[in-house]
């Protein structure tokens, strides 16, 4: 037999044959037995033979699948502890990102994109309008808005400042904002038309945000639409 064929595969040789004639008179002459009997001799020898072969075979291509079994789970566990250690180092290296960098992983509220543009006018015009006082269409135009953000960024919205009032010499605590924006103000006489439609839905938006009541604002759109379309 081969050294590397698999004796489970091996069919036995004819032993009638003349090939093993040798090997059956040597039997004959030792044994004094006929050729029949020496042929089935060496058959049984070889069967033997065969289920030793077996055996080995078997013995060892257990201990080569048990050898690669190992293998194979050492390597897994290899595997899998590396894995496990880049996943902490990677855990451990999130975490110093979070400490170092805080302000980056605040949580925010997601919620949706606001509906209307915001408006930001003066804080002087936006008391006025929780007031329901009277209030200049030049608050709400695009000068009126550049103005209260030119203020707003330099001068405390409460600060407040003593001046003269009147001809009796008489002093008075005054807005330091109002006072910087009034003498810019433009009379609502004097806005331009394409000024007062810069200023109407603005002012309309801001008396929704003040609570006004609804038919006030309705009222107010109503008179600025008749304004609008009048004929003169």
Same mark, same amino acid.
């Given at each position: !037999? ?9 069919? /036995?040789? %004819? ?99 606001? #509906?209307?543009? /915001? ?9 006025? #309008? ?5 209030? /200049? ?7 009126? #808005?550049? %103005? ?42 004097? #806005? ?10 603005? !002012?309309?938006?801001? !008396? ?6 609804? %038919?006030?604002?309705?009222? !107010? ?12």
């Amino acid at each position: !037999m081969h050294p590397h064929q698999n004796p489970h595969d091996v069919h /036995p040789p %004819d032993f009638h044959s003349d090939k093993y004639a040798p090997s059956r008179q040597n039997l004959v002459n030792t044994f004094h037995i006929t050729q029949e009997v020496a042929a089935q001799q060496l058959l049984d020898l070889w069967r033997a033979q065969n289920v030793l072969d077996r055996q080995e075979w078997d013995d060892e291509h257990e201990h080569v699948a048990a050898q690669e079994l190992q293998r194979r789970e050492q390597a897994r566990q290899e595997r899998e502890e590396a894995e496990h250690r880049q996943q902490e180092e990677e855990d451990e290296a999130r975490k110093e990102e979070r400490k170092k960098h805080r302000t980056k992983f605040l949580p925010f509220a997601d919620v949706p994109p606001p #509906l209307t543009i /915001p408006i930001t006018p003066s804080p002087l015009a936006l008391r006025k #309008l929780q007031k329901g006082e009277y209030i /200049p269409l030049y608050f709400f135009t695009n000068k009126g #808005l550049a %103005d209260a953000q030119s203020v707003s960024h330099s001068v405390d919205d409460e600060a407040y400042a003593v001046r003269p009032e009147g001809e009796d010499g008489l002093h008075a605590f005054v807005s330091i904002a109002a006072a910087k924006i009034k003498p810019h103000i433009i009379v609502d006489q004097d #806005l331009t038309w394409s000024q007062i439609d810069e200023a109407t839905h603005r !002012m309309l938006q801001a !008396m929704k945000e003040a609570h006004w009541p609804a %038919d006030r604002v309705d009222a !107010m759109f109503q008179f600025w639409m008749n304004l609008a379309s009048h004929e003169w």
